[in-house]
């Protein structure tokens, strides 16, 4: 049985005015499955509800789902909250805003979670319905509210049968050595339906929206952070989230950001195009276009598993890796990957490059395809977006990024791309 993949991240400090680098491990059985196993578990329990969150509906509060710490490929940090500090993991989520933790008492929460005790902070407080923080995590109204003062209360739905109850509260966050003092999150007290399908840790929105981090820390970082995603070949990954314009890769080729006012937290860029070896996949013409109105277009997502496209567009660029591998013995299907092949038959498969306005971005054979350990088996590790979530967004998904130094410039609208090796 396949034992999921779980990444951490830990706090290591590069002083500058002003950086913050915080390392990620990613922390796996030793005996586990191997990264085609692992990758197929992760995919499949995961990306489904992971993309029914990116393709919700504008009033959705943009929290991640999928995130579970056993049965997905989160990548998470230990942060502290309160005074005296508690540390607490949080999951790392660039397609989110707001800021959760599970907090005490929270009896219905996954059993594994470790839970904030607001009881012990002394600079804890609990915001009420008229707070103006109230309305963007779309709490309850005054009006509905059993009393003016009432506290600020919301739910949220995850993409599976399950949600949780939350109250707005505020406390210092400490990530590194930095504090943010009178951080705003949502304090997490109870969860319904499957509990399974929800995240054993809290959540950090790394979005851009107004209360994501980036938004919150104001000057501290300037609206730049990169991350680095280790690869799934290894059982002792280590990465980093770096926060703040120092300390950036000078060598970082950069695309535009687009802007969808329905969906202002997601990192949409223009993808002009896929090569599969030297050859121009020729894709229906609306495959990767930009449309704010139906949410189409491409989003980079540490969330999701493995890159989706639009279904015409897989199918295109699934065929040309197939005419190009040319494996003597045919294809079969493994779970959600349907190009799965002999490494016996295929001795130098062809490179993919996501060709993004302004750069195109070739990826390693790595972040190509995932392999078996115990057989000659390979798979391409991409897939076409499921017909019954929404068939119009492309993800490039955190397999596809894995070894890059991701580098998101929010205040210049942009985000960029380098090689590194962070194993």
């Known amino acids: ?107 219905s929460c996954p059993a594994a979670t470790s839970q904030f ?36 209360a919301f739910t949220q739905s995850y993409g599976g049968d399950a949600s949780f109850s939350a109250v707005v509260v505020q406390d210092s966050l400490y990530l590194a050595s930095d ?72 060598k970082a080729r950069f695309t535009p950001l687009l802007k969808n006012p329905h969906r202002p937290s997601l990192y949409y860029v223009n993808l002009v195009g896929v090569t599969v070896g030297r050859v121009q996949v020729p894709v229906p013409p609306d495959s990767f276009a930009f449309d704010p109105a139906t949410g189409s277009g491409t989003v980079v997502d540490t969330g999701t598993v493995i890159t989706r496209f639009v279904a015409p567009a ?34 130098t498969p062809p490179s993919v490059t996501l060709r993004l306005e302004g750069l195109d971005l070739a990826l390693p054979v790595e972040n190509t395809l995932v392999h078996s350990s115990a057989t000659p088996l390979a798979c391409l590790a991409m897939a076409a977006a499921p017909a019954n979530v929404n068939a119009v967004v492309n993800v490039i998904a955190s397999l596809q990024q894995q070894n890059l130094r991701v580098v998101v410039d929010a205040a210049n609208n942009r985000v960029g791309f380098a090689r590194e090796l962070c194993n």
């Open 314 to 347: 897989y199918a295109a660029i699934r065929d040309e890796f197939r005419r190009q591998a040319n494996a003597s013995s045919g294809y079969t299907s493994l779970g959600g990957f349907d190009t799965c092949f002999s490494t016996n038959e295929v001795a």
């Open 1 to 107: 049985m396949a034992v999921p993949l779980l990444l951490f991240l830990v706090v290591h400090l590069s002083t500058a005015s002003h950086a913050t680098e915080l390392r990620l491990f990613h922390s796996a059985d030793r005996h586990s499955a191997s990264p085609l196993e692992s990758a197929l578990a992760l995919a499949g329990a995961a990306d489904a509800s992971r993309l029914a969150f990116l393709s919700s509906k504008p009033t959705s509060v943009p929290i991640a789902s999928g995130q579970q710490v056993l049965q997905s490929s989160s990548y998470v940090l230990r942060a502290k909250l309160g005074f005296p500090p508690q540390q607490i993991l949080l999951a790392l989520d660039t397609s989110a805003d707001a800021t959760w933790a599970p907090c005490s008492p929270c009896a």
């Open 117 to 152: 005790l607001p009881a012990n902070s002394s600079t804890y407080a609990s915001l009420t319905c008229s707070s103006s923080w109230c309305p963007q995590f779309k709490g309850q109204s005054c009006a509905a509210a059993p009393a003016a003062a009432g506290p600020c």
């Open 179 to 250: 504090v943010l003092p009178s951080y705003v999150f949502g304090c997490v007290n109870a969860v319904d339906g499957n509990a399974a399908n929800l995240p054993k840790q809290g959540l950090l929105g790394l979005g851009r929206g107004p209360t994501s981090l980036l938004s919150q820390s104001g000057e501290l970082y300037q609206g730049v952070f990169s991350y680095c995603l280790p690869s799934y070949k290894s059982y002792y990954f280590s990465g980093s989230l770096r926060l703040g314009p120092l300390g950036q890769p000078k």
